[in-house]
């Protein structure tokens, strides 16, 4: 039995179509990411789930129940806002115990429940505050923690770090990861960070105007994007996608006199002839060194930017740009000729007609 | 250096309203403290100066202690009232319904009339012998026979507060659907979930952001309340037997129907400390209230 079960859910705002027709199961436990650019319809997928929105057609299952037309308070999720939403004159003792107290759980039980969660969160000597007087990343905590004392089924997230600074934010992503593991709960986590995305989930869903465009592991998303908007949402720098035909057993790239060789994988995906557009990720491409490689990418040198941990090189190839994340110390100048070079499994190919990778047998 | 020169400049730009100010409420006002301790009609003589007799004199009076009641219970009633209707209207208008812009809009119209054409439409509907209150309480059974709501001394007051009301409600269903659409809708959506009732709702979601706006309502409406003059006199004039005479109407009286000049200045001297004490107050309270829910 699946934690939760989204089934062919559409959503309408008038003539908008917002949502449009999304499944998902997620196993007890699951860390669902729901991944993708502002307006695609993240958050309105989790109010549906969370009963705050009611959905055109379809049907949420929620512990292999369905809660159609079930109450928010009655569907056993509990949800963490962007903007924290506390109750602005309730203590953060109040605020924590607050849908157990609107439950009539006992005093004593509840006060319980509230300590330890503070505890889980190191916010108990902020128990007797009021959220005015707390900084982001602490209400953000008690935000959490409210949700936490109700030991819901599901835990829903939209945004919840995207109000706080990078280096807060970094603190309580590994706080959430942290919380995961140990409580091995189901949660729905919204955001538009890719990182966020990567390192919090089990799965990613990446969503696009209403649409799943995948649904995979960090893994495979990173890997074996689905699609070309896939492969350019997921990753920064986002991957180079150079324009190429397949000729002989070879991907001629468009613009230059530079061949490479079909890797095996594809050669029964792509006919001859055919426009593709080869993806690779600017952190598998390295200098060519010398002697002779397999995938030689001749290149001149743009710009050169130094992160810290890394260096960001742009480069011509013919008429295409090309970027490369080197390592620090790489000697490149711009102006310069030179050659990257690549693993023939880091190379993808899409179709430009219909945006979808050609499969590999991988 | 260029503090001074600032603040020089600062004060001759406001020179000219100062002037105004002094020639326009200054004077008048020190010319009335100057008026109150004297026994000055309103034409005539400048009178004799007579102490503090126009104060003692009046604060002793039964006229004033009674006035003042009458004032006070209008004040209270009017103000308690419009402020339970405009938050109730307000949590209505903020219901997503067809039409809530063009009923929003209707609302105001009370308000937006002049006092006196509100005070003669409710002068009409009050008729002794052919007001639609009369009529429509006959016809519902409620009366036997038609009855002169402004002519009894047990119903006038209460009819002028209820005129009061219908005219100054949307001000505070104003304030108040304001404040309410800066209740986060995050909030809202928390308490949904976390099981809040309406009631626990409106008290710990939405009101923490009314408190602050509707303490600004009550201060400005409780102070105008407490001035009331124009309704009043269009609709009984104070009467009868005094029943709706306010503090003031008792100053205009004293001072132009009597043509005591110096007694009505001593009165109205004494209104606007009651007024200021009120508003003093009420700004400590405001103080208070506002940011309770930041
Ligand atoms: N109440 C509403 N009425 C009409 N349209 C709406 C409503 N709520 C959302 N929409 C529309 O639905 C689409 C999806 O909105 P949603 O809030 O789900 O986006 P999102 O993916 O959460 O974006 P963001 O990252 O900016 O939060 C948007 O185009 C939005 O304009
Ligand atoms: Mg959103």
């Known amino acids: 039995m699946s934690a939760l079960e989204i089934r062919d859910i559409s959503k309408n705002y008038g003539a908008i179509e917002t949502l449009k027709g999304i499944d ?5 436990g699951e860390f669902l990411v729901l991944l993708g650019s502002s307006g695609c319809g993240k958050s309105t997928l989790l109010n549906i789930i969370a009963g705050l929105a009611e959905a055109t057609s379809g049907e949420v299952l929620i512990g292999g129940r369905s809660v159609l037309g079930v109450h928010p308070k009655n569907r056993d999720i509990a949800m963490v ?4 939403a506390l109750y602005p004159n309730l203590t953060v003792h109040r605020n924590i115990g607050f849908g157990l107290e609107m439950r009539k759980v006992p005093v004593a039980e509840r006060d ?49 770090l995207s109000n706080l600074d990078a280096k807060l934010r970094l603190e309580m992503r590994t706080e959430l990861k942290r919380l995961h593991q140990m409580l091995q709960t189901t949660v729905v986590y919204v955001t538009h960070d890719q ?10 869903a990446v969503m696009r105007d209403g649409r799943i465009e995948q649904l995979g592991t960090p893994e495979e998303i990173y890997n074996y994007p689905a699609t070309l908007y896939v492969a350019g949402f997921v ?94 110390r790489a000697r490149v100048a711009k102006g310069e000729p030179c050659a990257f070079t690549f693993d023939e499994d880091a190379l993808r190919l899409f179709d430009p007609a219909t945006g979808k990778a050609f499969e590999t047998a991988r | 250096m260029s503090g001074t020169w600032m603040t020089t400049r600062a004060w001759l730009l406001m020179l000219p309203l100062l002037m105004v100010m002094v020639a326009v409420i200054g004077w008048p006002l020190v010319d ?14 400048a009178g004799n100066f007579v102490g503090i007799d126009n104060y003692t004199k009046m604060l002793s009076s039964s006229n004033f202690s009674r006035t003042l009641v009458t004032t006070t219970w209008f004040a209270v009633a009017s103000v308690a009232i419009e402020m339970v209707i405009g938050v109730l209207a307000a949590l209505l208008l903020n219901q997503e319904f067809r039409g809530r812009t063009f009923l929003r809009a209707l609302m105001i119209l009370p308000w937006a009339l002049p006092t006196v054409v509100n005070a003669t439409l409710w002068r009409l509907i009050y008729n002794p012998e052919y007001g639609a209150l009369n009529g429509a309480l006959t016809q519902l059974h409620l009366i036997d026979a038609y009855r002169s709501w402004l002519g009894e001394p047990g119903t006038a007051l209460a009819a002028l507060i209820i005129a009061d009301c219908w005219k100054n409600f949307p001000l505070v269903a104003l304030i108040a659907l304001a404040a309410l659409q800066a209740v986060p809708r995050d909030i809202t959506a928390a308490s949904l979930v976390d099981g809040a009732g309406p009631f626990a709702r409106f008290r710990f979601v939405i009101l923490p952001y009314l408190a602050g706006p509707l303490m600004v309502a009550l201060v400005l409406r409780t102070i105008e ?49 009651l007024v200021t004490v009120l508003a003093l107050a009420y700004a400590a309270l405001v103080k208070k209230t506002a940011g309770s829910a930041t």
Request: include cysteine; hydrophobic fraction near 45%; charge should be positive.
């Open chain 1, 24 to 28: 998902i199961a997620l196993e007890s």
């Open chain 1, 81 to 84: 806002f962007q903007s924290y």
């Open chain 1, 112 to 160: 319980k429940a509230v300590r330890d969660a503070a505890k889980l969160l190191q916010i108990e000597p902020l128990l007797d505050r009021k959220p005015g007087q707390l900084s982001g990343g602490q209400r953000q905590r008690v935000a959490i923690g409210r949700a936490l004392v109700r030991k819901p089924q599901v835990f829903l997230f939209d945004e919840p």
């Open chain 1, 195 to 204: 990182i966020e995305a990567m390192t919090l989930a089990t799965r990613i």
């Open chain 1, 235 to 328: 990753g920064a720098p986002s991957m180079n996608m150079l324009q190429a035909v397949v000729e002989d057993g070879r991907l001629a790239i468009a613009g230059s006199d530079v061949s490479l060789p079909l890797p095996a994988g594809f050669r029964n995906a792509a006919p001859n002839g055919a426009p593709v557009i080869v993806g690779i990720r600017p952190e598998a491409l390295r200098l060519a060194t010398g002697t002779a490689t397999e995938f030689p990418l001749p290149v001149e040198i743009d710009v050169v930017e130094l992160t810290g941990p890394e260096l960001v090189t742009t480069a011509r190839i013919g008429n295409q740009r090309l970027t490369a994340c080197l390592p620090p």
């Open chain 2, 32 to 45: 009335t403290v100057g008026l109150s301790f004297t026994d000055a009609k309103l034409v005539g003589t």
């Open chain 2, 225 to 273: 309340a407490f001035k009331v003059f124009d309704i009043i006199w269009v609709m009984t004039r104070g009467g009868p037997a005094n029943s709706t005479r306010t503090l003031s109407i008792l100053v205009y009286q004293e001072a132009f129907s009597f043509q005591r000049a110096g007694s009505g200045a001593s009165l109205a001297l004494i209104v606007t400390l």
